[in-house]
């Protein structure tokens, strides 16, 4: 029987996170797909299977060509400045926005991954997101944000320079180790003081 419970377990462990990667993909994907049909080809007699989401990748390219090429800066500003200032919306769409430039686009904050001293003999993984804090009279200190495992929240901390340590590392591949609970493999890991 305890044969049969770990082969249990080994299935369970190549099955599980296999099942929720396709799960959550199915879903976003025909969430997508149904919603861009009916918004869009309702008059269609036919269903084509991934029409939708054909036509979810032509808008954002082709909005990301209007913003590059023929919707000028000022417009632009206009429009976020709107969003910015409207109450309950500006909320959401900065969070929103910093989260999605953080992530890609030319303000990319997670690229400097870094080891924090926390206590003697304890030390966490991050990523410097802000050296200068003095427009919120903050000196001496740099802001490090440190994802929780398995889940998308963390925590930003305050800390002095000197108990960080500055990491020669892929920021994607320490952010996989640091959602992983470090059980996702890294090549190597070497510090650089910073």
């Given amino acids: 029987m305890k044969k049969i419970f770990n082969y249990f377990l080994r299935g369970l462990v190549f099955f599980f996170p296999v099942f929720a990667t396709f799960y959550v993909m199915y879903v976003t994907v025909n969430w997508a797909n149904t919603t861009f049909n009916n918004l869009f080809f309702d008059w269609l007699q036919y269903d084509i299977p991934g029409l939708g989401i054909i036509t979810v990748i032509v808008l954002i390219s082709f909005l990301?060509?209007?913003?590059?090429?023929?919707?000028?800066?000022?417009?632009?500003?206009?429009?976020?400045?709107?969003?910015?200032?409207?109450?309950?919306?500006?909320?959401?769409?900065?969070?929103?926005?910093?989260?999605?430039?953080?992530?890609?686009?030319?303000?990319?904050?997670?690229?400097?991954?870094?080891?924090?001293?926390?206590?003697?003999?304890?030390?966490?993984?991050?990523?410097?997101?802000?050296?200068?804090?003095?427009?919120?009279?903050?000196?001496?200190?740099?802001?490090?944000?440190?994802?929780?495992?398995?889940?998308?929240?963390?925590?930003?901390y305050l800390v002095d320079p000197q108990n960080i340590k500055v990491l020669d590392q892929n920021p994607s591949d320490v952010m996989k180790f640091i959602i992983s609970a470090g059980v996702t493999k890294i090549d190597k890991v070497n510090a650089i003081e910073a």
């Fill in 64 to 156: 990301g060509f209007l913003i590059k090429f023929c919707i000028s800066r000022p417009i632009l500003n206009f429009f976020e400045s709107l969003l910015a200032r409207t109450p309950l919306v500006k909320i959401v769409y900065s969070s929103v926005k910093d989260l999605t430039e953080a992530f890609v686009g030319d303000k990319k904050k997670f690229n400097r991954p870094v080891i924090v001293k926390v206590a003697d003999g304890l030390e966490r993984f991050g990523f410097l997101t802000e050296e200068n804090l003095s427009k919120l009279d903050i000196v001496d200190r740099v802001a490090v944000y440190c994802p929780h495992s398995y889940n998308f929240s963390g925590n930003l």
